[in-house]
């Protein structure tokens, strides 16, 4: 049993979902189901009219707490308006439903669940995803304007000729710092030494290294044997930093700046040399070894990582030196502007790789009821203080490709990931509408 709230990271198009037709009845003769009083509650609970603790088990709000609760609720009103009633329910068993909340702003879809004993309280509640009432490009667009710091994203159809043509864009030509969209390099170059017969996804190798913030790999011992496509679906399912190390190590840097030039990028010195994470870790936590990095040209820059290369090891990262806001974020960093990133998907949806368009599949970023308006929908996404990018290689049920991507840098302040993939699940959602 579910025991969680998630805020839906994705908003939907201007026309929302068909209603269900069974919505609850109320009748003054016939008593209402637990499960239906439960539902009709809803809106005032997330209006803050009904105490969570009369609402929902205490296992629940053992896992999400009140104080949770009550900040989602907010974000909630204060993004789509108050929640007025509940517009649609289907069944999912005896104690749960599929249902749509209304809100002065969006239809919301959730998933509910009561206890199967007295008194029945909801033991499981899952925001999926928000319809944005009478949403376009051209509101979307001007969201983007408003972003403080710098915004950029692009929406390209890809015909069957692999031509590419503008559905949406702003600041398409910018470069911005990606945080781990970069790993996207990393994959295409893996898919071409697979297909040109140089490796084979079942090799092989030992991890050997750790890196910083990597969730899949944590406390694994560095020998482990791991095969390429389990280090490449760690790498982008859930951007494991140690994983990426790992591929970076097998393929080569060299190869992988290869692959970047041969896709094409608007801005190579930007780009180049192309650090691992761990380099990028050590280079912000270290300002004096940072200036030294800054100051030189591409080659002493090169020079650097090779002579000195025990001071950019994983033990040299100084967790205190990399602050809690944006470090150095518009000089190391991995870059490429919304264009270069759209050549990147259409170069990997070229490929044609099944194996990598599986990998790119198994997080799609957004929240299932945005996900399922697509044949197929992969994605990359990577963030840190004061930068985030999300992008999206997706197909429509009609069979159209597109490639959605778009980043938002502040060298001030940390931005705000969840408005940001608000705008980039309504892009998404959009065009799946269109």
Not at 373 to 378: C, N, S
Request: with cysteine.
């Amino acid at each position: 049993m579910k025991l969680l709230l998630a805020l839906s990271l994705a908003l939907s198009s201007a026309c929302a979902s068909p209603i269900l037709a069974n919505t609850p009845a109320k009748s003054d003769n016939v008593p209402m189901k637990p499960l239906d009083q439960r539902i009709e509650q809803l809106p005032a609970v997330l209006s803050g009219l009904v105490k969570y603790e009369e609402y929902f088990s205490p296992t629940f709000l053992a896992a999400v707490p009140p104080a949770q609760l009550k900040a989602l609720s907010d974000q909630f009103i204060a993004q789509y308006g108050k929640p007025e009633k509940i517009i649609a329910v289907e069944m999912q068993g005896t104690n749960g439903a599929t249902i749509k909340i209304e809100f002065e702003k969006a239809i919301a879809t959730a998933l509910i669940t009561v206890e199967s004993g007295s008194p029945q309280k909801v033991v499981g509640l899952l925001i999926t995803g928000f319809d944005l009432k009478g949403d376009t490009l051209a509101k979307i667009d001007a969201a983007f304007a408003e972003l403080p710091g710098k915004a950029g994203y692009l929406v390209e159809k890809i015909d069957a000729s692999g031509q590419r043509s503008q559905v949406a864009g702003r600041a398409t030509g910018q470069q911005f710092a990606i945080a781990s969209t970069f790993k996207l390099y990393i994959l295409a170059e893996l898919a071409s030494q697979i297909q040109a017969g140089r490796r084979s996804w079942s090799d092989v190798v030992p991890i050997l290294a750790n890196s910083h913030s990597s969730n899949a790999t944590v406390n694994w011992p560095r020998t482990t044997p791991v095969t390429l496509q389990t280090l490449a679906t760690w790498m982008i399912s859930s951007s494991d930093n140690t994983a990426t190390d790992a591929l970076m190590r097998v393929l080569g840097r060299d190869a992988v700046e290869q692959k970047l030039a041969a896709i094409g990028h608007s801005d190579p010195d930007k780009a180049l040399p192309m650090l691992n994470t761990v380099e990028v870790f050590v280079l912000k936590s270290n300002a004096e070894l940072r200036k030294r990095f800054e100051n030189a040209s591409e080659a002493e820059q090169r020079n650097l990582l090779a002579k000195e290369a025990t001071a950019f090891g994983f033990e040299k990262i100084d967790p205190s030196g990399l602050g809690s806001g944006p470090v150095a974020i518009d000089r190391i960093e991995w870059f490429a502007s919304p264009a270069d990133i759209g050549n990147l998907l259409r170069n990997i949806r070229q490929t044609g790789n099944q194996t990598m368009l599986d990998i790119m599949a198994v997080n799609k970023g957004v929240a299932p009821v945005s996900a399922e308006k697509w044949q197929y929908l992969g994605f990359k996404g990577g963030s840190e203080p004061g930068v985030i990018s999300m992008s999206f290689l997706a197909q429509s049920k009609a069979g159209e490709w597109y490639t959605i991507t778009g980043s938002w840098n502040d060298i001030s302040k940390d931005v705000d990931n969840m408005v940001f993939a608000s705008l980039m699940g309504r892009l998404l959602d959009s065009v799946a509408g269109q």
